[in-house]
């Protein structure tokens, strides 16, 4: 009778030790895509689409993109004054650095604009005048 005791303990053991392979597996699998996805996410086009600035207040001009010579993107969350450094974010490449400039480009609704980085419209007619 002892032999079909030793069997059951061996399959019992057996099991314990796959049961924690899997869970060790498991837990090395966790943690090494948290290491790969620990650059913050950021979000798609079409989870957030750009909002139009609204203008400045009277006697104070806030920035309203971040802009180099290659390029701008749009400031959505920060509020800034012009001329101030700023940085855009390029997918794959990492961030850009650029000055705070205040641009209208709610006015050029046909215009796609990413909330990343933007190259510069080079055939956009000139914003309407403004009418006081």
């Given at each position: 009778?002892?032999?079909?005791?030793?069997?059951?303990?061996?399959?019992?053991?057996?099991?314990?030790?796959?049961?924690?392979?899997?869970?060790?597996?498991?837990?090395?699998?966790?943690?090494?895509?948290?290491?790969?996805?620990?650059?913050?996410?950021?979000?798609?086009?079409?989870?957030?689409?750009?909002?139009?600035?609204?203008?400045?207040?009277?006697?104070?001009?806030?920035?309203?993109?971040?802009?180099?010579?290659?390029?701008?993107?749009?400031?959505?969350?920060?509020?800034?004054?012009?001329?101030?450094?700023?940085?855009?974010?390029?997918?794959?490449?990492?961030?850009?650095?650029?000055?705070?400039?205040?641009?209208?480009?709610?006015?050029?609704?046909?215009?796609?604009?990413s909330p990343y980085f933007n190259p510069?419209?080079?055939?956009?007619?000139?914003?309407?005048?403004?009418?006081?």
């Amino acid at each position: 009778m002892a032999a079909p005791q030793v069997g059951n303990l061996m399959r019992a053991a057996t099991v314990a030790v796959l049961a924690l392979s899997v869970a060790m597996l498991g837990l090395t699998l966790g943690t090494s895509e948290a290491q790969r996805t620990s650059e913050p996410e950021r979000p798609s086009e079409h989870q957030r689409p750009p909002r139009g600035p609204q203008p400045p207040p009277p006697g104070q001009v806030m920035a309203t993109i971040c802009s180099n010579e290659a390029g701008w993107c749009p400031l959505l969350d920060v509020v800034i004054a012009v001329g101030t450094p700023c940085q855009c974010f390029v997918p794959g490449q990492g961030y850009v650095g650029g000055v705070a400039r205040y641009f209208n480009y709610a006015m050029y609704p046909d215009r796609p604009v990413s909330p990343y980085f933007n190259p510069h419209w080079t055939d956009a007619p000139p914003p309407p005048p403004v009418l006081r």
